[in-house]
Structure formats: C-alpha cells, structure tokens
Nanobody, 122 residues
Framework: QVQLVESGGGLVQPGGSLRLSCAAS????????MGWYRQPPGKERELVAT???????NYAESVEGRFTVSRAKTRPTEFLEMNGLKPEDTAVYYC????????????????WGQGTQVTVSS
C-alpha cells in the first residue's frame, strides 16, 4: 500500500516562508505527475501547483511567482517552497501523486497525503 506523508506546515507571519515536503512510501514502480492542492477554511479544495515527471510545472495564478514546486531526482518526494506568504494562503495543504505500483500493474492511481496546516497570521 502506498502512503504519502507531508511535513513542514505551521504558523508564519505575512511575508514569511515555509517549505512543505511530501514523501511517498510503498512498493512504487514509477511516479508520473505530482502536485499540491489546498483547502482554505470553508472553501473547496483548489489546485496550487503541479509538476510532471519531465519537470514541467503549472501554478495557480494566485501563487505564481511566490511558490515553487519541485521533485527529488532519486527519491519519491516532492516539495513546495512558499515565499511571500499572505493571510489568504492559510489552508490545509495536500500533496497528490500519480503512482504505479507492483499491485496495480500498468495502471497509475492517484494518492493523497493527509494534509498539513499552513496558517499565515501576525
């Protein structure tokens, strides 16, 4: 079974920075797309950023230029570097990966992390 574990959330002042990590474990054969999503209080979950296996990135307009998504070359891990944080960035952040395992054969399934709270407040 695949598990995604996030870390790095917390409380930060406006203008500050945080770095989120998400590590996958299990009998992983390959990982295609990776991404980060967030769910602000009382709102729907929304896309933050994605990164393909080839390194192509995509960002929500609200975080473009402030956030950077990346992935480790040899480990099943992705990162989200968040700079210039604003109160409206407050949310639970979730990582998502498209993973092929031994059990699923050729199929690639999506897995989610448990979420990590990011609070931006003075």
């Amino acid at each position: 079974q695949v598990q995604l574990v996030e870390s790095g959330g917390g409380l930060v002042q406006p203008g500050g920075s945080l770095r989120l990590s998400c590590a996958a474990s299990g009998t992983i054969v390959s990982i295609n797309d990776m991404g980060w999503y967030r769910q602000p209080p009382g709102k729907e979950r929304e896309l933050v950023a994605t990164i393909s296996s080839g390194g192509l990135t995509n960002y929500a307009e609200s975080v473009e230029g402030r956030f950077t998504v990346s992935r480790a070359k040899t480990r099943p891990t992705e990162f989200l570097e968040m700079n210039g944080l604003k109160p409206e960035d407050t949310a639970v952040y979730y990582c998502k990966m498209q993973i092929r395992t031994i059990a699923t054969g050729l199929r690639q399934l999506y897995y989610w992390g448990q979420g990590t709270q990011v609070t931006v407040s003075s």
